[in-house]
């Protein structure tokens, strides 16, 4: 497809286990955004991905949280030993490099953790 | 510091009422972006506009506006003739020129009654 693809869709898990959450950019995008959207609020920035440079994990709520991506393709995050607080749909987005301000978000992984 | 603030949570109108979404941003620079997105039920967001701090002409793109002020801070978002399709979350956003970090509003949730 043309658009940012996220998996799973839906993820429910109990508390104290780990998650990887999945993005699939669109191709030729160079930077990869990472969002958390709690239930009626709006996105707050996690994470920041532009070729290879240094990612901006300036975003990321503790230590828990981490993310990883190989070159300009999929990016996995990571939330080890979940907590209650962190279930929220956990979005994606991808822009063009010289383009970053114009993002493209993918539909969402909603986590769940009870 | 940065922020915006969407102060209506949630409006409910009539279909082919016309209604605007409100939208106040905050930041101390002088170059900024600003947008809005939609977010329908599947959740996925979809970007409407970008407008740069340097152009405050209105546009209009068929049945939706955009009144962009600085005086006032604002960027309101207007849907002429709402139809039961625009129902979604509404979300405004800030973003400084040279960074990629968005700042979100917390959304304005439409709904169009038939």
């Known amino acids: 497809g043309a658009g940012v693809s996220q ?12 998650v990887e959450l ?10 990869l955004y990472w969002y958390r959207q709690r239930l009626g609020q709006g996105l707050e920035f ?11 994990k300036s975003g990321l709520p503790s230590d828990r949280f981490s ?14 030993r979940t907590q209650q607080e962190d279930s929220a749909v956990y979005l994606c987005a991808s822009s063009h490099i010289d383009r970053t301000y114009e993002q493209y978000f993918g ?4 986590l769940t953790v009870t | 510091a940065q922020k915006v603030t ?8 009539v279909e082919k009422e016309d209604v ?42 068929g049945r939706y506006s955009w009144n962009f002020q600085k005086s006032t801070s604002s960027f309101n978002f207007t849907i002429t003739a709402s ?4 129902s979604a979350v509404y979300f405004c956003a800030l973003s400084d020129a040279g960074t990629y970090k968005y700042i979100f509003g917390t959304g304005t949730r439409l709904k169009v009654l038939a």
């Open chain 1, 22 to 31: 999945r993005c699939d950019p669109i191709s030729g995008h160079t930077a």
């Open chain 1, 46 to 56: 996690l994470i920041y991905f532009q070729g290879n440079s240094a990612p901006d």
């Open chain 1, 107 to 110: 539909p969402g992984t909603r």
């Open chain 1, 7 to 18: 998996s799973p869709s839906n993820k429910v898990t109990e508390k104290g286990k780990d």
């Open chain 2, 20 to 61: 605007t979404l409100d939208c106040v941003y905050e930041t101390r620079d002088t170059t900024y972006y600003l947008f809005w997105y939609k977010q329908p039920p599947s959740g996925e967001l979809v970007f409407l506009i970008r407008r740069n701090s340097f152009d405050e002409q209105n546009e209009i793109s």
């Open chain 2, 6 to 13: 969407q102060a209506q949570t949630e409006i409910s109108v």
């Open chain 2, 83 to 86: 139809q039961v399709v625009d």
């Open chain 1, 67 to 80: 993310a990883e991506r190989t070159g300009e393709s999929v990016s996995t995050l990571t939330i080890q």
